[in-house]
């Protein structure tokens, strides 16, 4: 990797951050205070994941609807896995209610885990292509998507998987974004391959500081990404001083940003974890502004 250079406070450069929905009264504050905190960089949305089959509607509803109450632009996943279309298109309508206006659309995991087979459910719709579409019939929504610079672990081989994000892409999608990877040649590699099959629209690499190795470790073998031994090899000496390995961490995600900034990229997707001070550092040694307006936190989700 190249090694990063001090760049200016920059306002070409556009972030989107994501969130999970909290899981107790000491997470939620822990995710507003986050949003607050990145707020400060102007982000073009902030994204909500949403649980297979709609497992966790309610708490990504309620962490929109409160992000959007701080003022910020929130966006929702949406899954189909598990659901017929009808279904789906109720949760889409209370996203709506609450003025959500950005879905990220996602097949969803298989019902029985990652690595088990996948049963499109019957009246459902049977991939993210075919939500996108549905989507685009609902409304005029900006709809991101999925890419994967490493192959979808259910995906044949590279040329299938292309092939599904230039369906999604006929469908509507006007966004994919790229599931965490550390090596820039391969994304650089995959984006060669994207715009050749003809797919024009943003792919924005997904960045993940790493807060533990072996978490990761585990994301990325259910995923398809891969976790290169010269990243192991440097954070793993510091596995008992998370000081240390912080600082490792968020010198390794700027090197990597500054890297594809360098090779012409202007647009990211953090994966944040629910934390802001390891992204944080990685943005302000990047050299992205900060705006003087970071939203105040308020109370709790209803």
């Known amino acids: 990797m190249t090694q990063a250079t001090a760049i200016p406070a920059r306002k070409d450069i556009r972030l989107s951050f994501e969130f999970f929905p909290p899981k107790s009264a000491e997470a939620e504050g822990q995710l507003w205070e986050t949003a607050a905190a990145l707020s400060a960089y102007d982000p073009g949305f902030m994204s909500v994941t949403y649980g297979a089959g709609g497992s966790t509607k309610e708490p990504t509803l309620a962490t929109v609807r409160h992000l959007l109450k701080m003022g910020l ?5 949406l899954t189909c896995v598990g659901a017929t279309k009808e279904e789906v298109h109720a949760v889409v ?9 950005h879905f990220v659309a996602l097949r969803g995991d298989p019902p029985g885990g990652v690595g088990t087979p996948y049963q499109p459910h019957p009246g459902g719709y ?11 019939g609902l409304a005029d929504f900006e709809i991101s998507v999925s890419a994967y610079p490493e192959k979808h672990p259910q995906s044949p081989d590279v040329a299938a998987d292309v092939d599904m994000l230039k369906r999604k892409v ?13 090596e820039n ?5 995959y984006l060669e391959r994207v715009r050749k099959a003809g797919i024009t629209i943003p792919v924005v690499p997904g960045i993940l500081p790493v807060h533990n190795l072996s978490q990761v470790q585990k994301f990325a073998g259910l995923c398809g990404a891969s976790v290169p031994g010269w ?7 510091f596995d008992d001083r998370p000081q240390e390995r912080a600082a490792v961490a968020i010198e390794l995600a700027t090197r990597q940003v500054s890297d594809l900034i360098a090779r012409g990229i202007s647009e990211f997707h953090f994966y944040t974890m629910n934390r802001a001070a390891m992204v944080s ?4 040694g990047v050299g992205f502004a900060r705006n003087d307006r970071q939203r105040r936190v308020t109370g709790a989700a209803a």
């Open 126 to 136: 049977a991939n993210a292509a075919e939500l996108t579409a549905g989507l685009r």
């Open 93 to 101: 309508a209370d996203f709506q209610a609450v003025g959500v206006k």
């Open 185 to 189: 040649d391969d994304f650089e590699r």
């Open 281 to 284: 550092a990685v943005c302000d």
């Open 170 to 182: 006929d469908a509507g999608a006007t966004r994919a974004l790229t599931q965490f990877f550390f």
């Open 231 to 237: 990243l192991a090899d440097r954070l793993g000496p």
């Open 73 to 77: 632009p929130a966006a929702s996943h």
